[in-house]
Structure formats: C-alpha cells, structure tokens
C-alpha cells in the first residue's frame, strides 16, 4: 500500500542524496526531502498523514538497520537474508566469465583502417604536402 511505498521512496531517497528533485515544476529539492515533501502534499489534499508517518518511520527503521549501524564501528548487521530464501534465489557466481575482446559482439573499432602516420614534433617545419602546387 501507501505506507510500504512511502518507505521505499524513503530508502531511495537516502541512498541517493545527491540527486536533485523537482515537484511540478515548482519546488527544486534534494532527493532526501521527497518523503517530507510527499507528505506535505498529502497534508494540503487532506489525506491521511498517517500512512506517510508511518512509511517514513518504518524506512527509517529499516535504513538504519542496514545502511547505518553495520558501518559505524562496533555495528553489525541485525537484518539477515533467511537461508531459505538464499537456496531458492541466490545465483552463485558467474560460470561464463569474461568474454575475450576478440569475441565481444557488437562495437566498432575505431582507428583500425587507418594507417598509423607519424606525427612530427611540434617544433618541427611543416611538410609540404603533396596536393599543393
């Protein structure tokens, strides 16, 4: 629902400080204040804020927990993935490995029909060239 999207925008919006936002063309912010400006919007259409609040403190629950407390010293990592859900989805490694550049599809090789042409130094006299007269 509302909530659970409220909090994703909230993580989004945490992990990506940097990016600046635009709402309706009227108000430029930083990626951090969507949430509070996603709740000031539904203030002004009168909708329940409590859904917001609560998207918000559930991410930021959950920002913490991940993102914060297992990189300050002494944290750990309080969420864990369940080993159930690691057998049914995790992928392992990768058994093709890279792909030689010889054999890589697609691109050009620029530079490759044209002859390599000595370039003189730059204090050198110009050559003449043999299309002039």
Sequence with gaps: GQAFTIMLVYI???RNPYIRMNFFGMLNFN??????????????????VLVDL?????GHVYFYLEDVLPNIEGG??????????????????DEY??????????????????????VPPPDAPPADHPHQE
């Design 97 to 118: 490995g890279e792909v030689p550049d010889e054999t890589r599809p697609g691109g050009y090789n620029w530079g490759e029909d044209v002859r390599e042409q000595e």
């Design 12 to 14: 989004w919006a945490k």
């Design 31 to 48: 990626a951090p204040y969507l949430p509070w400006v996603l709740f000031g919007f539904s203030l002004l259409l009168d909708n329940s």
């Design 76 to 93: 750990f990592k309080v969420l864990k993935t369940p080993r159930l859900l690691k057998l049914l989805f995790d992928e392992g490694e």
């Design 54 to 58: 609560m998207g918000i403190a559930v």
